[in-house]
């Protein structure tokens, strides 16, 4: 599962990816700063996986990358292009062809007046990709079996309903496949499925990432789902990433205490419930309006210092392929501290 | 976690999918027209319409003389000769009735249909685009909705000349506002689904997202709004005949009325001449809501499943109760 | 606190509803028994059902965000259902501040309305609620699948704790098999309306019979271990207006076989506490 690729250049590369809201009741006065100085590259045939609780900002991250919503601060650059600079105001064809998206809920990705073969056969169309109703037909067919969705011209002819969760999940990833991404966003692709239907989604996008090298950037709020699929591992809290690097490195040896937080939250049947020293880092998220300056976090880190409420910390590398944003590791920082 | 769970993978998510009948969206229009027919209140919607439309529609074969001669002493009561009596002017009711179907329905479907149309298209162009064209639409939506309709009805009627193309415009003018405003709505919450951000990332254009994803979403919604449409042209029409503002020698059911107020019909105890149309307007409308109706049933499976559960507590005999009711009986396998 | 794990259409929650015999109509409960210390709670009446309810046995729903009136204040519903049930005024406000120190709010939120909590102080007001009553036993349906994981197994905790301190039992219901492990002395595992395991947690874990299990246990990824590649179960999940025959996982069974699809499986006990429904275990009693 962890081959190691030869290091090409990154297929995505997102720079300091900002994004902040106006809110207000009569005067739009304050600020939801949303995601806030957000970094981090994908190479190709890589799983990234951006794990944050609710409120982290990872779908809000997502959303300004598959460029739905529009971008406050920051650069996008697929393959080296600055995709800002080059089409500023509405994506082209051409990226909408190489970035693709799956959403959370398999049931509202999907338009429930229109069969299955319409919502394959309509990006078919836009991007010219085959053109005769027999030649749709069949490539209809060929991607609902990619998807292993039998027979596929029945399966084609339903309407979403007619459907379970798992099978229109498949139906979202055949559509994303259909214009031949190099890049699929997904989005809590299984948080919402049967647990039992879980395991075959997330075997799935692992084949397509092997067998087509196609680079997934996949969110979740659940870390043991991020370790078996997820290559590199980025964690977000409040809008901003505190920790990231390759896999096996942030779950082995996570150094920020938000992610050793987390870790210990996750049921782990292996051990029984246990209440550890993280329980002074209790709480609740932070609201995201008009924060104070700082480490979001320093309101529930239990080592927080008077650093924390000054700046927010910069990214520091702990060890190869493992980086860090947090004061413990300031210049002349200690020693890395494992869970 | 445990070392000997390890299944042979089978080919996934290849079984017939579960068929979920209740409370899912209708995905033909068979099936929906299926369910309508089998509501009482749909059946006995259409069966009036149909009466009314077939009268309208063959008026030279019902009452083949025209509705405006004289043929008799004015306020007969009905007979044999004349089966709703004579109006005011002499003239035949039951004829007058039957011709004047023709004027009202048209102007009542034309009308609903043409305002459904203007509203669906501000209502969703408006609900659609963000920003200052929404903004500009939506204020100019709410300021037809504010102003009063009668007077702003009759305020038009009074000034343009008189005629049927009037009276469809004016009609038109001040019934767009309020579908428009339902459908602007309706598109505001369609426009946040997972699936049209899905055509958008999928590089669908605008038009074709509004058109094909957003607009079949809302069928049921347009079809209630034409019904609701028709019944309020239906009156608004019938309203400014009788007040005058439209051209009194045209038979309408409206115009009936207004000949009928004319001529003292009450203080003469003619009940003959104002009972009829009004009745049938009534009866158009009430036919028009019994199809909204129906339609809201077949819609909604909330509504539907209130029959179900009277319809079970009847069976097993017994009274409605908060609490679940227990029914020891052998399971037939 | 025993588990019940299972998945959609697996008949959890109907279960959870039909114990308390609040499911919705046309729902009708058509055989067996559900005794409550020696009460058949089927056979009560009206009258002693509402007595019984939430003095002997409460719930938290799924979901219970939303369970909360937003136009009432957290103290009023608080103690509303304490006052249906005898207690005076006085009583119910004290005892609203004695719940709300055990489940961990600063009682000065009780005049707080739900939207001004937030989600996990949410979560503990309906339990604080589902304890007014000091039942024996506790039905939790899916209490913590909406909360961020931090915030669950803050309440977990707490819900640990309280059942040491009160010695209540529950009843959890969750989809989540490797939580329940964790918290739970005794699971069973249903599926599509049946319950087809059951065992004390550490066994089910070390030792699961029925495929499904196994397939459920072959479904959650781990945080700590060897990484190995995990298969879920292929299929969909059971349709319940018409049901496979025999039993209701063969369709799905990597070991069904030709007596699976013409017979139900009858509950075979394997050992004093652990009980499975699977014809591969036929000769057992």
Known sequence: ?339 | MNPNAVLSPGTPENEKAPTVSHGKPISTQMDFLRRMLSQPKAVIGLVIMAIFILMALFAPLIAPNDPNKYVGLPHQPPSAEHWLGTTGQGQDVFSQLVWGSRISLLIGFSVGILSTILGLVIGMISGYMPGVVDGVLNMFTNVFLLIPGLPLLIALASFLPQGMVTVMLVLTFTGWSWPARVFRSQVLSLREKDFVSASVVGGEGVPRIVFSEILPNMLSLVMSSLFGAVIYTIGADAGLAFLGFENVNIVSWGTMLYWASNSSALLQEAWWTFLPPGLCIALVSFATTMLIYAMDEVTNPRLRSEKEITRVLKKYKIGSSRSTPVIKETLTH | MVGLAGESGSGKSTIAHAILRILHPPALITNGQVLFQGEDILEMDEARLEQFRWSKVSIVFQSAMNALNPVMKIRDQLTDVMLNHGLTKEESAKRAVELFNLVGIDPRRLDAYPHQLSGGMRQRAVIAIALALNPPLLIMDEPTTALDVVVQKDILEQISSLREKLGFSILFITHDLSLLVEISTHIAITYAGEIVEHAPARELFENPLHPYTLGLMNSFPSISGSKHKLTGIPGSPPDLVSPPTGCRFHPRCPKAMAVCSQTVPARKQITADHSVSCHLFDQYQ
Not at chain 1, 8 to 24: A, E, H, N, Q, Y
Not at chain 1, 124 to 149: F, P, W
Not at chain 1, 207 to 227: C, N, P, Q
Not at chain 1, 309 to 327: L, N
Request: hydrophobic letters at 40%; aromatic letters at 6%; glycine letters at 8%.
């Open chain 1, 1 to 339: 599962m962890n081959i190691k690729k030869p290091d090409i250049s990154p297929i995505l590369d997102v720079r300091g990816m900002t994004k902040r809201f106006p809110v207000g009741v009569f005067t739009k006065s304050k600020q939801v700063y949303a995601v806030e100085d957000v970094s981090f590259t994908v190479r190709r045939g890589q799983v990234v996986a951006l794990v944050g609780e609710s409120g982290s900002g990872k779908t809000t991250t997502i959303r300004m990358v598959a460029r739905l919503i529009p971008v406050t601060e920051g650069k996008i650059f697929f393959k080296d292009e600055d995709i800002l600079k080059t089409e500023p105001h509405q994506a082209s064809l051409e990226y909408r062809r190489k970035v693709q998206l799956i959403f959370q809920d398999p049931f509202s990705s999907l338009n429930a007046v229109h069969t299955i073969a319409h919502h394959l056969a309509r990006p078919l169309i836009i991007h010219k990709k085959v053109s005769g109703r027999q030649a749709i037909h069949e490539k209809v067919c060929e991607l609902l079996e990619t998807v292993e969705l039998k027979p596929a011209a029945e399966i084609a002819g339903r309407y979403p309903h007619q459907l379970s969760g798992g099978q229109r999940q498949r139906v979202a990833i055949a559509r994303a496949l259909a214009v031949d991404p190099e890049l699929i966003l997904a989005d809590e692709p299984i948080s919402m499925l049967d647990v039992s239907i879980r395991m075959g989604v997330l075997n799935l996008i692992e084949r397509l990432k092997e067998e087509r090298g196609i680079s997934f950037v996949y969110i979740t709020h659940d870390l043991a789902s991020a370790r078996y699929i997820g290559d590199q591992i980025m964690v977000m809290y409040a809008g901003h990433m505190v920790e990231g690097g390759e896999s096996e490195a942030v779950i082995g040896r996570a150094v920020h205490p938000y992610t050793q937080l987390l870790l210990s939250a996750v049921p782990n049947p292996h051990a029984g419930l246990r209440t550890d020293k993280n329980s002074k880092a209790r709480g609740e998220v932070p609201s995201l309006i008009n924060p104070p300056p700082g480490c979001p976090f320093a309101a529930r880190c239990p080592q927080v210092m008077d650093a924390c409420r000054q700046a927010m910390p910069e990214q520091i590398v702990v060890e190869a392929g493992h980086w860090v944003r947090c004061h413990l590791f300031g210049a002349g920082g200690r020693t890395v501290k494992t869970s």
